[in-house]
C-alpha cells in the first residue's frame, strides 16, 4: 500500500506543476492545478498518518482537516469554469470556500495554543474537547459531498444543450470525461459518507482499514483527471469574440412570446432558411455554428434559433446534422461513390469525426452506417 501512496502523492506535486508549467493554460487548468495539489497534500497527511508520524509529531494533528471540505467547491468551480468562458475567478466564486475557512479559524485555538501533549490526547481520543465541532464538520462535509457533484452535474446538463442550440460538430465538446470525474467524486464522497456513518454513528467495526479503500481511488482519480484536465481544451478557446457574442442560451417554447419575432416574420425566415440548406448546403461545413449561419441569412442568432426550435421542432445541432445524415445517404447510393469508405463519405457530407458521424447517424435512423450500408446494397 506504501507503494500506491506514493505514486499517488508523487504523481498530484509532478500533475501540478505540469498543469502550471502549460502552453497557454486557462482558468480550469488553474482551478484543477490546485485541486490536484490539494489532493495530494490530502494523500500525504493521511499517508504520514498512516505511518504513524502524527504520534512523533503532534503539531501535523489537523492540519489537513478542513480539507475535506475544499473538493466539492474545487469540484463545482472546476466544471463551471470548463464550461463557461471565464478568464479570472470573481469574488463570488471565493464564497465556496468559506466553510473551510470557518473550520480553520475555528481551529486556531488548537493550532497555535493546545500543547503536543494535548493534540495528542486529542488525536487518541482522551480529550473531547472538539466532539460536537468533529460531528459537525462531517455533517458539513456529507452535505458538501452530496450537494457539489449534484450541481456540478447539472451544470453539464446545461452546458451540452448551450452546445446543441449553438454548435454543429461534437470534436472536442463531448466532456463525458467530465462526467465520468464527477461520478467518480461523488462514489468517493458517498463511500466515505456511509463508512462515517456506519464507524462512527453506528459503532461498526469493518474488518480492514476501509480508509485504504477511498485514499486509493484517490489516487486512480489524481490520474484520471490529471490526463483528462491537461488534454481538455475549452469549446470556446478557437471561436472569436465575434463567434462568442452571438452565443445564444437554449429557451423553451414559452419564453420566445417577447422575442419580437410575429409568427408571419418568423414563417418567411423558415423558408429562407430551408432554401438556404437546400441551395448552399452549409451543412458541408464542419465548423458550422448557428452564429455564422445567422449572419449568412442577415438574421440574429436568437430569431434563428427561434424558427429552428418553433418550426422545427429540434435545436441548431439535431438540424443541421440531419441534412448532413440525409447527405451521407445521398453519396452512399451513387454508384460513382462506391468505392469510397464509409469516412470519407461521412467527411464529404459535413461531418468532422468517425465517432461524431457514428453517434449522430445512429440517433438520426436508429441504424449504424455499417448495417445501413448492408442493407443498401443487399
Not at 502549460?22 to 492545478?33: C, E, I, T
Not at 417554447?253 to 410575429?262: A, F, I, Q, R
Not at 464509409?342 to 438520426?364: E, T, Y
Request: glycine share 6%; no cysteine; hydrophobic share 50%.
Amino acid at each position: 500500500m506504501d507503494a500506491v501512496f506514493i505514486i499517488g502523492i508523487f504523481l498530484s506535486f509532478f500533475l501540478f506543476l505540469l498543469l502550471l508549467r502549460k502552453k497557454g493554460k486557462s482558468l480550469p487548468d488553474k482551478v484543477l492545478a490546485w485541486w490536484i495539489l490539494v489532493m495530494g497534500l490530502h494523500l500525504l497527511s493521511y499517508y504520514l498518518y498512516y505511518l504513524d508520524f502524527w504520534t512523533l509529531y503532534p503539531h501535523l494533528v489537523g492540519v489537513t482537516a478542513p480539507f475535506p471540505l475544499l473538493h466539492g467547491p474545487l469540484l463545482y468551480l472546476y466544471t463551471l469554469f470548463s464550461l463557461r468562458p471565464q478568464s479570472r475567478i470573481r469574488y463570488r466564486n471565493y464564497l465556496h470556500f468559506a466553510p473551510a475557512a470557518l473550520v480553520y479559524i475555528y481551529l486556531s485555538r488548537f493550532y497555535f495554543f493546545f500543547s503536543a501533549e494535548e493534540k495528542a490526547l486529542l488525536d487518541m481520543g482522551a480529550m473531547d474537547d472538539f466532539a460536537l465541532f468533529t460531528n459537525l464538520v462531517l455533517v458539513a462535509f456529507v452535505i458538501s459531498g452530496i450537494a457539489y457533484p449534484v450541481m456540478a452535474y447539472r451544470l453539464l446538463g446545461n452546458y451540452r444543450k448551450l452546445v446543441d442550440a449553438n454548435f454543429s460538430y461534437d470534436d472536442r465538446i463531448s466532456l463525458n470525461w467530465l462526467k465520468y470525474s464527477i461520478w467518480w467524486i461523488g462514489l468517493i464522497f458517498l463511500i466515505v459518507a456511509v463508512v462515517t456513518l456506519l464507524r462512527d454513528g453506528l459503532g461498526y467495526e469493518f474488518g480492514f482499514n476501509v480508509d485504504l479503500v477511498f485514499y486509493g481511488m484517490i489516487v486512480l482519480f489524481i490520474f484520471g483527471l490529471g490526463y483528462s484536465g491537461i488534454r481538455h481544451r475549452d469549446i470556446f478557446s478557437d471561436n472569436t469574440v465575434e463567434e462568442m457574442a452571438r452565443i445564444v442560451e437554449p429557451k423553451t417554447p414559452g419564453e420566445y412570446k417577447n422575442s419580437g419575432l410575429d409568427s408571419e416574420k418568423a414563417f418567411q425566415y423558415h423558408q429562407e432558411l430551408l432554401k438556404y440548406m437546400k441551395e448552399q448546403k452549409p451543412f458541408l461545413e464542419p465548423k458550422l455554428t448557428l452564429g455564422s449561419m445567422a449572419q449568412s441569412l442577415s438574421l440574429s442568432a436568437n430569431h434563428l434559433s427561434q424558427v429552428i426550435n418553433q418550426f422545427e421542432g429540434v435545436n441548431f445541432h439535431d438540424f443541421v446534422n440531419k441534412y448532413r445524415v440525409e447527405e451521407f445517404k445521398n453519396l452512399a447510393s451513387d454508384p460513382l461513390m462506391k468505392h469510397f469508405n464509409i469516412l470519407a463519405l461521412a467527411l464529404d457530407a459535413g461531418f468532422n469525426s468517425k465517432s461524431a458521424f457514428n453517434m449522430v447517424f445512429k440517433k438520426h435512423t436508429d441504424k449504424t452506417p455499417s448495417q445501413y450500408l448492408s442493407e443498401l446494397n443487399a
